[in-house]
């Protein structure tokens, strides 16, 4: 169902504050079916976008033509008279502000003037230009700030002084600024449209280019926006917590007079705020007792459901179906999704876009090492001021790891002696002729007995001949070589139903139960080659009850639509989408017609998309691509087909389930580990958070925008260095320094490691090689839990209750083991890069003659 972004949905009834606040898990029943408003995103179509669409088609099908010897990486934007007159100006300036150096022209402060008030006269005295008096603040407003400054850590900040710190002239800030605030635009209107999470600090600032909030006044003390979060409103929508994300968390129409008790009293100012007492959220959530696949199935809600151009559509009923009258639930049809994409290709092409975002890369690198020289011991002496807490006791999630290798090799060869003595005489599997063949009878086929066995007999492990080899890191799935005993141990859906991959999963649930500050996210996989796949796996997952408080699933889907159709499962790409998605729908519109699915998917973080990523694509995502339907061809999707059709359907999906009051999901995809660049443009537009990045080292306009929008990646240099990357190589120490959301994951354990704790193993050979303190560490495991899907009430304990608040207010040291000093720094600096950009469009604006209140 495509509609415009620019139309407002309907509302068909709001949904009670009460029914909200029900719990899934809890086994209440669902409030009734009602479609409410949904916010609409703020990015409107420009003349800018045309231009920028045009402009990256052009270079897009440049990557793909056989006669384009390389891409053209740069488009002319100067002329030659008008650079040489830019530069003229810059010099005639530049001799200007030489010859009135001594000259003041700002205001004489008082002798008597405060902190904040040489705060405030430092910030204008080089740019002469002040704000109105309406900025102007009460005293006593001035001495509770000033009461907050005396809390912030004492440590030695880094400020550059001067009109301007961009280091670029005016003009190449202004056009950098306009195209990156337009970047940041399109991802919030798509992760607006799915319901997954964009920064909020972020999303103020984009606010403030419209007029609609003055961030740089609060960012020095004025206080015009109160709003209040109800953390039990409050969620990630990850999981079994059924809660809805608040729709704008800087509304500012809230006030305190409405607060109620337990509520999270959230200023807009960059540090402090009300906090909840920690009484009650002991760093360990309490533990689940009772089956937690046991639920009350809420009411069906009779919708009719069908696939139109590749994106399930939702009816009220099937007279509405007839009728054309769809829930109006939007999300961006191909169409427009293909002209976003068009746009962010033509920015990370043009060149002057590449240097600055390069610039502004090295001066946080340089800048962040800066700090630790200056405040390394400060850092470390922070934390030993806190009471049992190091890294070893704060948590930690490995939040991408595959279920079919998240045992080490050891684990699994133990495992399989033990099931050969004790099960031998199991019935497993049948052989080509369909007779049943016990477990022993497998292995006698095989000329093998337990005591042949050995770590290097199940040759599992990477090695030095699976570098860039793909295809022979898949064969060591196959433990001794033999597909047959991955699909005895290894697999959900077999002659045993899984029975034996449940037990061997359910040790490594228990190791990280013994850790108890070691989680997992385990990737379970669905195909899309039958539509009874969610069934069965739902039903292993039940049967064998499947659960940990330390654990969380992940549903991949492989991309190998190009297999199902050669060997006839699927006749087009659209029996792929049907096979994947129509479950999901049809349990959500009536969960009875498939009970043990809608049990699991509480437990269900999101969805990922996995393959060989260096394949090479055949086929480019165009306005001309032929709908799922008629996608009947032999060759395999590109990668941004497959991304936005499962986007498209998830869209859909979260609001149907939202307002059905259960659970939703987010995009987590695989992305940038080998490949085309842009594989990270789709990422980048739909995921909340991807898995690997590493091409994202060789496009710096992408990865500033990362790290603008706090996308979260999970790297596994031990994986990247058996595949892809050698170890020294790795941009994960970089991306850290630059600021970028990083956290660190296994992978493959599998494949790839020795230990027992295969996450503790990834974190210590990182610490040894780029030699991270306990403080990064810290800070990336901390960032482990905000990427994870976990709770928000498992996360509220984990990192503290007021882990949403911004700045050092969501930080609670005594958990999380990061000092206060880091978080500042880290948030001054994403502060200070948003004003950057921010100032430079607002004054573009300016000087194009929009309307616009100075903010600056």
């Known amino acids: 169902m495509a509609t415009s972004m620019d139309q407002e949905p309907k509302n068909n009834g709001e949904v009670s504050e009460a029914h909200k606040k029900r719990p899934v898990e809890n086994g209440s029943l669902s409030p009734p079916f009602s479609p409410s408003r949904t916010k609409l995103p703020r990015h409107r179509p420009s ?37 040489e007159s830019r530069e003229y100006f810059e010099r005639q300036l530049s001799m200007r502000h030489l010859g009135k150096q001594g000259q003041s022209t700002t205001p004489v402060q008082p002798i ?22 309406e900025y102007i603040l009460p005293s006593q407003v001035i001495s509770e700030l000033e009461e907050e400054l005396e809390l912030l850590p004492d440590f030695q900040r880094i400020n550059v002084s001067g009109e301007d710190s961009s280091g670029v002239p005016f003009k190449d800030l202004q056009a950098a600024s306009k195209m990156l605030v337009l970047a940041l635009m399109i991802r919030e209107k798509y992760m607006a449209l799915s319901k997954q999470t964009f920064p909020r600090l972020t999303t103020r600032f984009l606010e403030s280019l419209e007029g609609e909030g003055d961030f740089d006044a609060l960012k020095f003390g004025q206080i015009k926006n109160t709003s209040i979060i109800d953390p039990d409103k409050f969620t990630e929508s990850r999981g079994s917590t059924q809660v809805d994300k608040l729709e704008d968390h800087s509304d500012g129409n809230s006030s305190s007079e409405n607060s109620d008790e337990g509520q999270i009293i959230v200023n807009s100012g960059p540090y402090y705020e009300l906090k909840q007492t920690q009484t009650d959220h002991p760093i360990h959530p ?27 559509v939702v009816y009220s009923s099937e007279k509405a179906a007839e009728e054309n009258k769809p829930f109006d639930w939007p999300h961006p049809n191909l169409e427009e999704f293909i002209k976003d994409q068009n746009i962010l290709f033509a920015m990370i092409s043009d060149g002057p876009l590449k240097s600055f975002s390069y610039r ?27 009471p049992h807490r190091d890294f070893y006791n704060v948590h930690k999630v490995d ?44 292995f006698k086929s ?25 295809d022979k890191f898949n064969a060591k799935y196959n433990p001794v070589g033999e597909s047959r005993l991955r699909e005895v141990f290894m697999k959900t859906d077999n002659h045993i139903n899984g029975l034996y991959f449940a037990k061997v999963i359910k040790e490594v649930m228990e190791d990280l139960e013994e850790s108890k500050y070691q989680n997992a996210e385990l990737r379970l996989s669905i195909y899309g080659r039958s539509i009874d796949e969610w069934d069965k796996l739902a039903k292993w997952a039940t049967t064998h009850m499947m659960y940990s408080d330390n654990v969380r699933w992940m549903i991949q889907m492989p991309r190998l639509y190009d297999v199902y159709h050669a060997n006839k499962l699927c006749s087009s790409f659209q029996d792929f989408l049907t096979n994947t998605f129509q479950p999901l729908f049809e349990v959500t519109n009536d969960p009875s017609s498939h009970p043990e699915l809608h049990a699991f998917l509480n437990h269900i973080s999101g969805f990922d998309s996995v393959d060989d990523e260096s394949k090479p694509e055949h086929l480019m995502l165009d306005k001309d691509s032929p709908l799922p339907a008629d996608w009947t061809l032999p060759h395999n999707p590109p990668y941004s087909y497959y991304l936005y059709y499962m986007y498209a359907n998830m869209v859909v999906l979260n609001n149907f389930r939202r307002q059905r009051g259960l659970c ?39 990865q500033y925008l990362f790290y603008l929008s706090q996308i979260g990646i999970a790297m596994s240099p031990l994986s990247n260095n058996s595949l892809f990357l050698n170890y020294h190589r790795n941009p994960l120490p970089e991306y850290f320094n630059r600021g970028l959301n990083v956290s660190l994951s296994t992978d493959d354990p599998l494949q790839f490691h020795f230990t027992k704790e295969p996450l503790m193993e990834e974190y210590s050979i990182a610490a040894q090689v780029w030699k991270f303190s306990t403080c990064d560490m810290c800070e990336i495991a901390r960032n482990s839990v905000l990427q994870s899907g976990f709770p928000h ?62 903010l600056w």
């Open 47 to 83: 003349d800018l976008d045309e231009e920028l669409s045009k402009a990256g088609e052009s270079l897009h099908y440049s990557m793909w033509s056989d006669e384009a010897v390389q891409v053209k990486f740069e488009l002319p934007r100067y002329p030659i008279q008008e650079k």
């Open 112 to 133: 008597n003037s405060t902190p904040l008030d040489r705060q405030y006269h430092s910030k204008h005295r080089l740019s002469g230009v002040y704000p109105k008096a």
């Open 286 to 312: 309490p533990p689940t007792y009772g089956d937690p696949f046991k639920v009350e199935l809420p009411p069906p809600a009779h919708c009719f459901l069908r696939f139109e151009k590749g994106v399930m």
């Open 360 to 386: 502004r890369l090295s001066y946080l690198a340089n800048k962040f090492q800066l700090h630790v020289l200056l405040n390394e011991l400060k850092e470390s002496a922070a934390q030993k001021e806190v």
């Open 399 to 442: 939040t991408h790891v595959h279920a079919s290798s998240g045992m080490n090799q050891k684990h699994l060869l133990r495992f399989i002696k033990k099931t050969m003595k004790t099960n031998k005489d199991d019935v497993v599997c049948k052989n080509e002729s369909g007779e049943c063949m016990t477990l022993a009878q497998v």
């Open 446 to 470: 095989m000329n093998l007995t337990p005591y042949d066995l050995s770590v290097d007999m199940l040759d599992v492990h990477a090695d030095r001949n699976t570098f860039h080899r793909f």
């Open 664 to 702: 939703q999901f987010v995009l987590r995809p695989h992305c940038g580990e080998a490949g085309n660049v842009t594989h990270l443009v789709s990422g980048f537009m739909l995921a909340e958070s991807i898995a690997h990045g590493l091409v994202l080292r060789k496009v710096p306009v992408l």
């Open 793 to 854: 009430e498992v996360k509220k304990h984990w990192l503290g209750p007021n882990y949403l608040s911004e700045g050092i207010s969501g930080n609670d040291v005594s958990r999380t083991n990061v000092p206060d000093i880091r978080v500042v720094y880290r948030y001054d600096t994403l502060v200070e890069e948003l004003r950057c950009i921010c100032r430079g469009a607002k004054e573009l604006d300016n000087t194009e003659g929009k309307p616009a209140k100075t």
